[in-house]
């Protein structure tokens, strides 16, 4: 049951509005008679939609409304203005402060009841769209590729995460062992360690990994001060990364 905050100094009109919200739409409907008292409600019953008359005493529609554009919380919540025909000439200005919609009084039952309608239906479709969006952006993070990044340095390991973040999605490990664990529930297709890493250094990781994955499914950057490799280490990771947190420069094995 969606709930309603109905504004307007005019008790008739109050009542009005609540009575064909109840009974034509099935809301749960709160009163206030001026802004002052409408911001008190939104903060206390929080409601889905808001219908606020223009002309009111104290604090009026429009004052209310910088008032709630103005709140971070409240910002996007569909507002709906009443406005009487001599005040159109408001409209574009409220328009263009984002309220979703208007009403003009006086009020008619039903030619309010069509206006209403057509004004949720628009509600539930932008929710509607909003939602595909928002499942359309989850799904595509859940598609990125996972890197994983082993390194004790904190620093150098946000730094890295914030270049990487925006293409794939990243996982972080400050020791050998915690990166292992990491490797074994997620199975990234990239890792990157670093050097001289606590409880599991960084080529025993290396080799755990590479018998849990072989060389085609996943890519092993070693990171470090000195891009030079022995022998050793040339067999077990695919690319060096100079450690630089200004700059990230990587080479070949060779």
């Given at each position: ?181 990491l490797f074994m529930n997620e199975l990234p297709s990239i890792v990157y360690l670093g050097e001289n890493l606590p409880l599991l250094n960084e080529k025993l990781l290396a080799q755990k990994i590479r ?44």
């Amino acid at each position: 049951m969606a709930k309603i905050l109905v504004v307007d100094d005019d008790p008739n009109v109050n009542m009005f509005i609540s009575r064909l919200l109840i009974k034509k739409f099935n809301c749960n409907v709160v009163s206030a008679s001026n802004g002052l008292e409408a911001l008190s409600k939104l903060k206390e019953e929080e409601p889905d939609v808001i219908f606020l008359d223009v002309t009111m005493p104290v604090m009026n529609g429009i004052e209310t409304l910088e008032a709630i554009k103005a709140d971070k919380k409240f910002s996007k919540m569909p507002v709906i203005m009443l406005t009487a025909v001599s005040e159109r000439q408001v409209i574009e200005k409220v328009m263009g402060m984002g309220v979703l919609d208007y009403i003009l009084k006086p009020l008619i039952y039903d030619a309010a009841y069509n206006r209403i309608k057509e004004i949720f239906d628009a509600i539930r479709k932008m929710k509607k769209d909003e939602e595909e969006i928002l499942k359309k952006i989850g799904t595509a993070e859940l598609n990125k590729e996972k890197i994983l990044i082993v390194d004790k340095d904190k620093e150098f390991r946000t730094v890295f995460a914030n270049e990487m973040k925006s293409s794939y999605n990243v996982i972080e490990a400050e020791t050998g062992a915690e990166g292992l664990k990491l490797f074994m529930n997620e199975l990234p297709s990239i890792v990157y360690l670093g050097e001289n890493l606590p409880l599991l250094n960084e080529k025993l990781l290396a080799q755990k990994i590479r018998t849990i994955k072989n060389k085609e499914e996943v890519t092993l950057y070693t990171v470090r001060e000195n891009p030079i490799l022995n022998e050793e280490e040339k067999i077990l990771f695919d690319y060096v990364i100079k450690k630089d947190k200004d700059n990230i420069e990587v080479f070949g094995k060779n």
